[in-house]
DNA sequence: TCTGGGGTCCTAGGACCC
DNA sequence: TCTGGGGTCCTAGGACCC
């Protein structure tokens, strides 16, 4: 049997950024942006979520909610840095741990009990370690599984701890509401809600039959997280197991849709850019380059191309992305949103092409040294402009429509 | 009042192969 | 001149999470 804890920050960025500023303290704190931006809600105060403010929800929608809260735009290499600091306290008390979001991390403590003391006792501690070296809240949850121990942590918010005693699972979970199983989100709450389903227990009296034929192998996996296990899926995973990444992306939504075709491309380019970086930073190298669209109106299509040799260089990439772009872009039509995606990674590189190998090599040594450069001194301030100019002007010659931008007297 | 950005996993159809 | 069955890869879309 075994010890999982699950442990979330409270109201993490506003925290963060009540630290900074202690003036924000019980005050309604929206991060995210401006009430007047595009986008939506990071994280609201507790304060702000008396309004009805919470997080997802468009800044537009809580800016009208309540207009005297205090938006901010966040710091996110701050979050970050917090987040490390919280993790090196869970390494500190079991090498297990998982980091399933900047602000929550699931550790298995099975058999820490000669070190910390039993369950509850171990996690006061680990609590007060925490409180210690952050100055932050946070609440744990513990049971025998990753499920239950993520439901329990919510169920002991605010800054509280939630011990499922072994053998109580199923008990406990029964009375609460389907879609506090993580996974069952609006549709699948839906789903079930037709056909009378509404609590947890009610899926837990189901056929498990009946539910592999209506939802396939997810309903199945339903049907045992109703009993508190962790079946199928990335919950059935070891905690401390794998973490790396199995696609990396980047995407850009503009403050006005744009049809400015340089406007476009050049946000392309510079996505590729980072999405790359990123990339080479894991030592990986990517078969599938996806293209992201969404369009005035949010219609959003993707498209993908899994290219011949896997790559970590830019060039390579930003060429498959354009030309995506190029055989997908409906000339004149704005756009809201531009994304690239990478996936299906390899670690290791292809062989070398006799016809592009010494270019791939002058590639790579120009890349290290941006990379270093990057690293030193942030990310946007640098491009292979130049380079990029003598590999791509031809094509952005030949591939650029005559007049970019439609005006409607032309 | 329109709807961010970073991910994961699943489904489903078509291509292609044996 | 009608049409199998299994397996894998590729692509597009969607649900969901923080």
Not at 111 to 123: F, H, I, T, V
Not at 206 to 211: A, G, H, M, N
């Amino acid at each position: 049997m075994k010890t999982i804890f699950h442990i979330d920050m409270d109201a993490f960025f506003v925290s963060v950024e009540e630290l900074l500023d202690p003036s924000l303290k019980g005050k309604p704190v929206i991060v995210g942006g401006k009430g007047t931006e595009r986008g939506v809600v990071s994280a609201a105060s507790y304060e702000a979520r008396k309004y009805g403010i919470h997080s997802a929800m468009p800044l537009r929608t809580a800016h009208q909610l309540c207009p005297h809260a205090i938006f901010l735009d966040g710091h996110m290499h701050l979050y970050k840095e917090y987040s490390d600091k919280v993790e090196t306290v869970l390494r500190s008390f079991s090498p297990l741990v998982d980091m399933a979001s900047i602000d929550e991390a699931y550790m298995d403590m099975t058999g820490c009990e000669r070190l910390w003391g039993p369950p509850l006792q171990a996690a006061h501690r680990l609590h007060e370690a925490i409180t210690a070296k952050t100055n932050l809240n946070s609440s744990i949850g513990i049971s025998t599984s990753r499920l239950v121990s993520k439901i329990a942590s919510d169920q002991a918010k605010r800054n509280g701890i939630l011990w499922i005693v072994p053998g109580t699972e199923a008990n406990w979970l029964a009375p609460l509401e389907v879609k506090r199983i993580p996974g069952v989100g609006k549709v699948t709450e839906k789903q079930l809600a037709t056909i009378g389903i509404k609590r947890i227990r009610d899926l837990a009296q189901l056929d498990e039959r009946f539910l592999l034929d209506r939802f396939g192998k997810w309903g199945l996996a339903l049907a045992g997280k109703a009993q508190g296990k962790d079946a199928g899926g990335w919950f059935d995973s070891e905690i401390g197991s794998n973490d790396d990444p199995k696609s990396i992306s980047h995407e850009h939504t503009f403050t006005e849709d744009t049809a400015d075709y340089k406007q476009l491309r050049a946000t392309l380019v510079r996505l590729c850019e980072k999405v790359m970086k990123r990339l080479r930073d894991h030592g990986f190298h990517a078969r599938t380059v996806q293209l992201k669209l969404r369009f005035e109106g949010f219609e959003t299509i993707t498209r993908a191309k899994s290219l011949g040799d896997p790559t970590d260089i830019d060039r390579d990439v930003i060429e498959a992305i354009l030309n995506l772009f190029d055989t997908n872009w409906p000339k004149g039509r704005k756009v809201r949103l531009l994304g690239v995606h990478v996936s299906q990674f390899t670690d290791q590189a292809p062989q070398p092409s006799l016809l592009t190998g010494e270019a791939d090599s002058k590639w790579r040594a120009a890349l290290k040294a941006t990379d270093k450069l990057k690293d030193k001194y942030g990310e946007g301030t640098l491009h292979l402009g130049g380079a990029l100019k003598g590999v791509y002007k031809d094509r952005v010659h030949e591939a650029a429509p005559k007049d970019p931008i439609k005006k409607p007297n032309q």
